[in-house]
């Protein structure tokens, strides 16, 4: 079955920076794309960007281009999403979501939250 | 750009039907048969319940029903039931310099 798992919690200070994993399994990884969404407490989903999955090519929405950078390593079906110079409106739950087209998010990663407190 | 346009909260009693609007722009929800919805409940990722509009997935209820007019989306649930409370979240494509765009999320409380 597909599966999306992605890293744990994070607890970062501002200025630093995060990696986010998330590891696909149960389908072909190359074969969809993959999209970031950020919710921030008590806020809606906020749509950050996709990768293409078979050439590396990232697409950022408005507000998340210059620290955010999304990767991929397909020899472990895994995307990455880093985060740097992190703020503290960065405090947020991510997940990577699966998309089969058109936005049809049709499989989400269980979110990741991070933290950013001194 | 701002948010696709959804009522902050809708209630219902079980059995009752309700329906949620996602309103936008002739630039997104209605230039496209490309909207989706989304049940997420307190702590989990979200749920696909329709995409392209009113095509539901495997899996997921009849209960659940989409449709569009114009610039304005529809997420109707029909026999409520208490698991159906959540919050819900519609999302549309909105050409290819802002991809996809979400509504501010609407909370359905069964009452």
């Known amino acids: 079955q597909v599966q999306l798992v992605q890293s744990g919690s994070e607890l970062k200070k501002p200025g630093a920076s995060v990696k986010v994993s998330c590891k696909a399994s149960?389908?072909?990884?190359?074969?969809?794309?993959m999209n970031w969404v950020r919710q921030a407490p008590g806020q809606g989903l906020e749509w950050m960007g996709w990768?293409?999955?078979?050439?590396?090519?990232?697409t950022y929405a408005q507000g998340f281009t210059g620290r955010f950078v999304f990767s991929l390593d397909t020899s472990v079906s895994t995307a990455y999403l880093q985060i740097s110079s992190l703020k503290a409106e960065d405090t947020a739950v991510y997940y990577c979501?699966?998309?089969?087209?058109?936005?049809?998010?049709?499989?989400w990663g269980q979110g990741t939250l991070v933290t950013v407190s001194s | 750009q701002s948010a696709l346009t959804q009522p902050a909260s809708v209630s219902g009693s079980p059995g009752q039907s309700i329906t949620i609007s996602c309103t936008g722009t002739?630039?997104?929800?209605?230039?496209?048969?490309?909207v989706s919805w989304y049940q997420q409940h307190p702590g989990k990722a979200p749920k696909l319940m329709i995409y392209?509009?009113?095509n539901r997935p495997s899996g997921v209820s009849n209960r659940f029903s989409g449709s569009k007019s114009g610039n304005t989306a529809s997420l109707t649930i029909s026999g409520l039931q208490a698991e159906d409370e959540a919050d819900y979240s519609c999302?549309?494509?909105?050409?290819?310099?802002?991809?996809?765009?979400f509504g501010g999320g609407t909370k359905l409380t069964v009452l």
């Open positions: 999302c549309s494509y909105a050409g290819t310099n802002t991809w996809w765009m």
């Open positions: 990768i293409n999955t078979n050439t590396g090519n990232p």
């Open positions: 002739s630039s997104d929800v209605g230039g496209y048969n490309y």
């Open positions: 979501a699966r998309d089969s087209g058109g936005p049809t998010f049709d499989y």
């Open positions: 392209d509009v009113s």
């Open positions: 149960g389908y072909t990884f190359t074969s969809y794309a």
